[in-house]
């Protein structure tokens, strides 16, 4: 008899744990944080742009209607994620991160002031330093999202990018903020984190020539977001970040659908 009670005790605590859970999640604010896919989406200048073709869409012979798509993609396009392995060899592919590396505590450092006055900003120790003299020592698992105001150009390829132009010649006229490559290593040597992202093509700024940052992450098993959408609309601290990339075999980058949580 005494068993049976418990036992009910148990169940009950693991009903109501659960509800309380379902509840959190259902009063929650959510926020999306991707840009869309369509043919003008931002993409590197030496890629090919995203694509989206129909292949039905209308009414059937049989009387219904029906429609289906197809699209391509590169994989550092638009919203995307990379891999460890994009800059890191022997790293993990997309489908070996684990998923427990997929979210996390948001740590959104604003810079969109340093960004507004040097489009080259590359993002400081100094401005990690600043977010916990504020809000404390950044968590373990943290998502570090690096908001420098570049997200509202998103429609403007040239104020977003620096360049109108595609191939080399584009590459070389990129100008964005990025992630300074000693913080990359501040980060890594001294913070316990999963990801970084932003909200500019690529982690390293748009003038880097050999991608520091990005080596630092991946050497360290870390994740990135580029071309994060929204990232004003968050709070510098107290969000929960949910990023789940395309699981592509053997990719090494793929579109990302990110979301924010954020707890009433
Ligand atoms: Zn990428």
């Known amino acids: 008899m005494k068993k049976l009670f418990f ?9 109501c744990r659960q ?9 929650a604010q959510w926020i999306d944080l991707t840009h869309d896919f369509e043919a003008s989406t931002v993409y590197w200048p030496t890629n090919v742009p995203f694509s989206h073709d129909t292949v039905f869409y209308g009414m059937t012979e049989k009387g219904y209607f029906y429609s289906s798509f197809k699209f391509s993609a590169e994989e550092h396009g638009g919203t995307h994620f990379d891999a460890p392995v994009h800059f890191g060899k022997d ?4 489908h070996e991160v684990p998923v427990e590396q997929l979210h996390g505590p948001g740590v959104v450092v604003d810079v969109t002031r340093q960004s507004s006055e040097n489009r080259d900003y590359l993002v400081s ?4 330093e600043n977010w916990e003299k504020t809000h404390g020592k950044i968590p373990e698992g943290a998502i570090i999202l690096l908001n420098t105001g570049f997200g509202k150009y998103w429609e403007d390829h040239v104020k977003y990018t620096g360049t109108s132009k595609t191939g080399r010649e584009g590459v070389e006229e990129l100008h964005f903020p990025g992630l300074d490559p000693g913080a ?21 700024n748009g003038q ?4 520091q940052s990005h080596r630092i992450l991946c050497a360290a098993g870390l994740t990135m977001y580029e071309n994060v959408a929204n990232l004003d609309q968050l709070p510098e601290n107290g969000a929960h970040i949910v ?4 699981k592509i075999r053997g990719g090494s980058g793929a579109p990302l659908r990110i979301v924010a949580i954020i707890g009433k």
């Open 184 to 204: 990359a290593n501040w980060l890594v040597k001294n913070r316990k984190i999963n990801a970084v992202g932003l909200d500019t093509p690529s982690i390293d």
């Open 208 to 211: 880097s020539k050999d991608f």
């Open 7 to 15: 036992l009910l005790v148990i169940i009950s605590l693991a009903a």
């Open 19 to 27: 509800s309380h859970w379902d509840e959190q999640l259902q009063s």
């Open 91 to 94: 790293q993990k592919f997309i």
């Open 125 to 128: 120790v100094t401005d990690f």
């Open 243 to 246: 990023a789940l990339p395309m």
